[in-house]
């Protein structure tokens, strides 16, 4: 099965600053068009043995969406972009919004300073800083590549197993949790840093742990961005239709066992990149700010049929 969409939304709402005499900090207006296109691709394959017995089927499905701001209304944006905010707290990644990106696109400016041949600068303590290049440089973007998805289903004499498989590939996501651990010396990242004697930077330099992380971890847009892309078995169920003989054939009852998130296989980032930090805001999904954990989930279910 092959999919492929395309699809324009006009006239979203945005805020927009105002003068400060009007007794107002923005104004909400309605304008722009934001384009997303994309495709999905399913390949199946189901049979059956020894009359019907045994029933085996899976299914492997990537889906992959491009979106794109087309246009955005004049008095909306400042220097041709639109600032949607900071991604997390304080010296996160800036999600800016300009004309022929995405509305996920991250930008930073900050830096650990450098000589001008390229190299980390470390003032006469040997310490690093930060510097402000006083430049937006565009680092990614949230939203991820494609992803992809697989399903399998075995069943023989009533019982039927379901296995299913998930992935996202791309798109970077913040962890100010790490951040914060890491400027109070109290994660592992740290520890072993300072049993390593500092951190190593170019050659046979050495910085203090402390002033490294004390310092770039008020910066958490850029030393702490981490790849989203995640694979995990997001589903497994085992279930068993009791003979109906045993009911007179007039009920059928199937129970079962399922399980959801039971096994992160591969994960770059040191959290689940799909979990949000908030249920108020798009912008929060992707931020890592002492959050609970992702939940793994068991339940037990029984169904009749009449």
């Not at 304008?31 to 019907?52: F, R």
């Not at 970077?172 to 004697?197: H, K």
């Amino acid at each position: 099965d092959f999919t492929w969409y395309k699809a324009n939304t006009f006239n979203q709402t945005f805020y927009v600053p105002v003068s400060a005499s009007t007794g107002y900090t923005n104004k909400p207006i309605q304008a722009g068009n934001v384009q997303n296109a994309g495709i999905e691709v399913a390949l199946g394959y189901t049979d059956s043995y020894a009359d019907d017995k045994v029933r085996f089927s899976t299914n492997f499905t990537v889906t992959h969406n491009q979106n794109k701001t087309i246009q955005l209304a004049e008095d909306a944006m400042q220097n041709g972009y639109l600032d949607k905010g900071t991604l997390g707290i304080s010296g996160g990644p800036q999600i800016r919004l300009t004309e022929g990106g995405t509305m996920g696109d991250l930008y930073t400016r900050y830096r650990l300073r450098q000589s001008p041949n390229g190299y980390i600068w470390q003032n006469g303590m040997g310490e690093v800083v930060m510097e402000d290049t006083g430049e937006w440089t565009k680092i990614g973007s949230t939203l991820p590549k494609f992803h992809a998805g697989w399903n399998t289903s075995l069943s023989y004499a009533g019982v039927t197993l379901n296995i299913q498989f998930t992935g996202r590939f791309g798109g970077l996501v913040v962890s100010d949790t790490q951040a914060m651990l890491d400027r109070y010396g109290v994660s592992q990242v740290s520890a072993d840093a300072r049993e390593n004697g500092g951190i190593q930077i170019q050659y046979n330099r050495i910085v203090n742990a402390q002033n490294y992380y004390e310092t770039i971890s008020t910066m958490p847009g850029t030393y702490y961005m981490y790849d989203a892309t995640n694979v995990r078995l997001s589903e497994l169920s085992l279930s068993y239709d009791l003979p109906k003989k045993w009911f007179k054939e007039k009920v059928g009852l199937t129970v079962g066992l399922t399980g959801k998130n039971l096994w992160m296989i591969y994960c770059k980032a040191p959290f689940d990149p799909e979990a949000a930090s908030s249920v108020s805001s798009n912008f929060y999904q992707g931020v890592d700010y002492f959050m609970t954990p992702s939940t793994r989930n068991l339940g037990f279910n029984v169904k009749l049929s009449f």
